[in-house]
């Protein structure tokens, strides 16, 4: 909007000097006739001032189209960049996002062999300390055994 503002103020300003020039040429030839050299020198240096009028309104629309382009490449490539950014952020929470629902799917599916294997664990446990028990009690039986007949043997 600056560029195109300043484009029309710009153009309307060399527009104006045109005018400008061009009312006062003719007011010149006019009120005071000159000879016909005087002339020609008078509107070749009108027309010089006129052309290096439009020679800076030219320079000046390409140098700030130039400052427009910048900016706006300028602008193109920070949005890209954010772009990008976002998108790998967004990537990264997909991935764990799916790798989370992919655990808890997997946890829950697993919960009944986990909670069986926990039961087996444990009755697997109460056995073997059955069987200690029971070593334990046969071998007191045994002592206590050996022990009777060791008595009875004495007596």
């Known amino acids: 909007m600056e560029y195109a ?12 000097s045109h005018a400008e020039d061009t009312r006062h040429l003719i007011q010149e030839l006019v009120e005071q006739p000159k ?4 002339v020609f020198q008078t ?7 006129a052309q290096e009028r439009n020679v800076k309104f030219a320079q000046s629309m390409l ?3 130039t400052q427009v382009l910048k900016a706006h490449a ?8 954010t772009l990008a950014e976002q998108s790998r952020k967004q990537q990264e929470a997909f991935q ?4 989370e629902s992919f655990n808890t799917y997997r946890d829950f599916m697993t ?25 334990h009690i046969t071998r007191e039986g045994v ?10 043997n004495t007596k």
């Open 5 to 16: 503002q300043s484009t029309l103020d710009n153009g309307i300003e060399v527009l104006k």
């Open 43 to 49: 509107v070749v240096n009108t027309a010089l001032a």
């Open 63 to 65: 140098q700030n189209g």
């Open 96 to 99: 764990t996002l799916a790798r």
């Open 35 to 38: 000879p016909q050299q005087e």
């Open 74 to 81: 300028e602008s193109t490539r920070d949005l890209v960049q």
């Open 143 to 152: 002592a206590a055994a050996q022990k009777a007949t060791r008595q009875v």
């Open 111 to 135: 919960a009944p062999f986990s909670y069986y294997q926990q039961t087996l664990e444990t009755a697997e446990s109460a056995a073997w300390r059955g069987v200690e028990a029971a070593q």
